[in-house]
């Protein structure tokens, strides 16, 4: 069985620009989640999508945003981005709300 | 404002010792409490859960909760320098279905 897939690994953008993310949870699982590790902190959550729709949101400004398509894949958009937006950002996906995660490998992005 | 402490270490075990990871979460009202192991430069692994009050095994991981005094603990037996790693502690309250995750605690198992 197939893990909850991330892509990019690695990114490189100019402060200013707009990256997505796209992740693919494990098959069955209707649940992602998005959250960003930023050095020195910890798993900061960002957003829940279920069944197609945003289920919750963290403590982020709003361009951050995502989306999940109808095969439950989903993308994550981050506009104007700053150089704080550097981490590592973890999708991972749950067989239900609630339940533990199974974390993707992550996208490791760097703003300069 | 839910807050999960943990040590955030390094603790330092030899090989063969008991590790003892400690999780202090304040929300009364949380339900579900997990533990994920972080190699560096990888993504977290979810190694155990416990929901109820008391020890829950798993080979060699025991995961203790104690819900009147709002800790969880993880222990690890005869410890192998592959364990090596962050392992951090995320609780759940029973009106979210987002947990909180402490920072976690670096454990370094030396030969």
């Known amino acids: 069985e197939a893990g909850v897939t991330q892509s990019p690994t690695h990114l490189i953008k100019t402060r200013g620009q707009q990256v997505t993310l796209r992740c693919s949870p494990i098959?069955?699982?209707?649940?992602v989640y998005w959250y960003q590790q930023a050095l020195g902190l910890g798993l900061q959550f960002l957003l829940w999508?279920?069944?197609?729709?945003?289920?919750n949101r963290g403590n982020f400004p709003p361009r951050f945003s995502g989306r999940q398509f109808p095969n439950y894949s989903s993308e994550l958009n981050v506009n104007a981005l700053e150089l704080e937006d550097s981490a590592l950002y973890l999708c991972?996906?749950?067989?239900?709300?609630?339940?533990?995660?199974?974390f993707g490998s992550g996208t490791r992005l760097t703003v300069v | 404002q839910k807050e999960v402490e943990q040590n955030s270490g390094p603790l330092s075990v030899p090989e063969g010792a008991i590790a003892s990871l400690n999780c202090t979460y304040s929300?009364?009202?949380?339900?579900?409490f997990f533990w994920y192991r972080q190699y560096s430069g990888k993504s977290p692994e979810l190694i155990m859960f416990i929901y109820s009050n008391g020890d829950k095994e798993d080979g060699r991981f025991t995961a203790q909760l104690n819900k009147a005094s709002q800790y969880v603990s993880l222990l690890i037996r005869d410890s192998q320098p592959s364990d090596s790693a962050t392992y951090l502690c995320a609780v759940r309250s029973g009106g979210s279905y987002i947990p909180t995750f402490g920072r976690g605690t670096s454990l370094i198992v030396h030969p």
């Open positions: 098959s069955g699982h209707t649940s």
């Open positions: 999508y279920d069944e197609g729709e945003e289920r």
């Open positions: 929300d009364r009202g949380s339900q579900s």
């Open positions: 991972a996906s749950s067989l239900e709300p609630g339940d533990g995660y199974t």
